[in-house]
């Protein structure tokens, strides 16, 4: 019998720690010279069994700054129906509002544990530095804080803005930009742009709650083109939509996507570009959770294909910087006159304070570091909700692994409707998403959305086993 390789058992004692959560997703591993030490093999070695590790997708070597641990890939979700199943799609009017309304409120009440909401918690902002910055601004610039002006926006932050679209591959200048109140906004005022009541608009199905809302308060119908659940929205199903019907825009959010954390794959992106190019159709982009890449990766945001002017390019600083700010932006494109008129004639302009905060936290080099931290301490979090899920739930539970983000989209045993676990989760102290509100169509009922940047003082471990106890019960009855 062949004798095991050292470098063999050094991977697998490493691969063990990983699995048993000593390294988490995000964690450094010791350098190689350290590992070498504390393993009393060869350097060789060492790099050898790291070698293996990063061929299986555990670990990921970072120029000039070592090993880190990955966050684990898997296709979480049951096989996919094939396409035919799932045609013809119809375009449907939404009617959410009220029904998300109630369980958005209800969850935020006090005395539950919300790991509902979508927003990160307020440990999860640089208050510190924010509080520093915004104090020297009250001081030095109060006159700029409290006026207001009909403007696309203050002038450093579009500066500052276009400067890393740019680099994202991006082709804008700071004339190409518009300050919103946050994306929400932004998403909001593209629609009223390229489209008006009765028109269908293309989504992502699962997808974003707060978009589906938007469409039913504008009087369209939306139409859902059914996602992968790691590449994000098929492109074979929207070309087949798009034979069908008068689709007037598509609305996506291509990275990490909200609810099921798919990543659209740089070549779909290009490919959708190029489709609605060709039928001169909008894409509104929702770019939002793009700087929360676990890795520290970017993907170049469908924007980065845009020739014709026809993406309309939407996201904030909600998500990674203070979601109370209120500060977004919009790339419109061909669009910009529309998008100018209706932001100045619905709220003239974004607060001039959260802006200039915003634009000084960015332009000091600030920002890279607190995402360096942010999107580590995400990684932990959405790891340490799947193991305790794993753990704590039924065999049948499928948990997505997105790759960033702070959401998880949790598929309940067969017979657990989400709606009635929502319910049931509330009597118990717990407020969730059910899936639901994730479609037009009220599909997605055997799903939960859960939020894993939660307050850090959540006794989580309590959380997720009443939340696993109530799955069990549900699923004998």
Request: proline share 6%; glycine share 6%.
């Amino acid at each position: 019998m062949a004798q095991t390789k050292l470098y063999q058992i050094i991977a697998d004692d490493l691969n063990s720690l990983i699995h048993q959560g000593i390294y988490c997703p995000g964690d450094k591993l010791p350098s190689i010279r350290l590992l070498s030490k504390q393993k009393k093999v060869s350097i060789a070695t060492i790099q050898r069994a790291l070698e293996e590790l990063e061929a299986k997708g555990l670990i990921e070597a970072k120029p000039k700054s070592g090993f880190y641990i990955r966050m684990p890939v898997d296709d979480y979700l049951p096989e996919q129906p094939p396409l035919s199943s799932m045609l013809p799609m119809l375009p449907k009017a939404v009617e959410i509002h009220e029904f998300a309304s109630s369980i958005f409120h209800q969850c935020d009440e006090q005395q539950l544990t919300n790991l509902a909401t979508s927003y990160p918690a307020a440990e999860y902002t640089p208050a510190k530095q924010l509080q520093k910055i915004g104090n020297k601004l009250l001081k030095n610039n109060i006159d700029d804080v409290v006026q207001v002006h009909f403007s696309p926006g203050y002038l450093l932050l579009r500066q500052v803005l276009a400067k890393r679209l740019t680099e994202t591959g991006c082709r804008l200048k700071a004339d190409d930009l518009i300050i919103t109140n946050g994306c929400l906004e932004a998403l909001s005022i593209c629609l009223r742009a390229v489209a008006k009541a009765g028109d269908t608009i293309a989504v992502e199905s699962p997808g974003f709650v707060g978009l589906l809302q938007l469409i039913e308060s504008l009087g369209y119908k939306a139409l859902e083109i059914p996602c992968h659940p790691v590449d994000g929205l098929s492109i074979e199903a929207l070309q087949l939509a798009l034979e069908q019907w008068p689709i007037k825009a598509v609305a996506l959010v291509p990275t990490f996507s909200n609810p099921s954390g798919s990543n659209m794959p740089q070549t779909n992106r290009k490919k959708l570009v190029e489709l609605l190019a060709e039928k001169e159709i909008p894409l509104i982009e929702d770019d939002l959770f793009a700087d929360l890449a676990f890795d520290g990766s970017k993907i170049k945001p469908c924007k980065a294909f845009d020739k014709k002017g026809l993406v309309l390019y939407c996201s904030s600083a909600s998500k990674t910087i203070a979601s109370g700010l209120r500060v977004g932006w919009i790339a419109p494109g061909i669009f910009y006159k529309e998008v100018s008129y209706f932001k100045t004639f619905t709220n003239i302009s974004a607060s001039n304070f959260s802006q200039m905060l915003v634009a000084e936290f960015l332009r000091s080099g600030r920002y890279d570091r607190h995402l360096r931290q942010l999107t580590s301490l995400l990684a932990k979090q959405v790891y340490r909700f799947q193991q305790l899920i794993e753990s704590s739930f039924p065999a049948e539970t499928r948990v997505s692994h997105p790759q960033g983000g702070c959401m998880l989209w949790v598929c309940l045993p067969p017979n657990i409707d989400g709606y009635l676990f929502y319910k049931k989760a509330i009597s118990i102290g717990v407020g969730i998403i059910p899936g639901q509100l994730s479609s037009a169509s009220s599909k997605f009922n055997q799903y939960i959305r859960l939020n894993c940047a939660c307050k850090i003082e959540i006794d989580l471990q309590s959380c997720i086993a009443k939340l696993g106890e109530l799955a069990y019960k549900l699923q004998s009855e």
